[in-house]
C-alpha cells in the first residue's frame, strides 16, 4: 500500500533551519514526482517544491515556490527510498503544516497540487521569536 510519512517539523526562531523527511513505502521515490507542500490555516494550499523522477542519468530537476527559492532545498535519498526538504532562514511566513505528496508520472516538475496522487499526514512547522 503507498504511504507517505513526514516528520521533522517543530518550532524555531526566525532564521533559523529545519529539515523535514518524507518516508515512502509500497513505491520507490526515485521512480514518482514529490513535492513539498503547505498550509496555513485560512490560506489555500500552496506547492513550496518538487523533484521530478529519476531518469537514469540524473536524480531529477527540481523547482521551488517564488517565497522559498534561495532558502529550501529537496532532495531524495533512495537507499533510505525518503524525500527531505531542507529549509533554511526560516520566516513567520513559512509556518504552516507541510505535506509531502507523490504522482506516478512524475517526469516533468510541477507545484500544481491537483497533479499529486498520495498524500501524507503533514507535519508541523511554526517559526517564531
Known amino acids: 500500500q503507498v504511504q507517505l510519512v513526514e516528520s521533522g517539523g517543530a518550532l524555531v526562531q526566525p532564521g533559523g533551519s529545519l529539515r523535514l523527511s518524507c518516508a515512502a513505502s509500497g513505491f520507490t521515490v526515485d521512480n514518482y514526482g514529490i513535492g513539498w507542500f503547505r498550509q496555513a490555516p485560512g490560506k489555500e494550499r500552496e506547492g513550496v517544491s518538487c523533484?521530478?523522477?529519476?531518469?537514469?542519468?540524473?536524480?531529477?530537476?527540481?523547482d521551488y515556490a517564488d517565497s522559498v527559492k534561495g532558502r529550501f532545498t529537496i532532495s531524495r535519498d533512495n537507499a533510505k527510498n525518503t524525500v527531505y526538504l531542507q529549509m533554511n532562514s526560516l520566516k513567520p511566513e513559512d509556518t504552516a503544516v507541510y505535506y509531502c505528496?507523490?504522482?506516478?508520472?512524475?517526469?516533468?516538475?510541477?507545484?500544481?497540487?491537483?497533479?499529486?496522487?498520495?498524500w501524507g499526514q503533514g507535519t508541523q512547522v511554526t517559526v517564531s521569536s
Open positions: 523533484i521530478t523522477e529519476s531518469d537514469g542519468t540524473t536524480d531529477g530537476t527540481t
Open positions: 505528496a507523490a504522482r506516478g508520472r512524475g517526469r516533468y516538475a510541477t507545484l500544481n497540487a491537483h497533479r499529486y496522487d498520495y
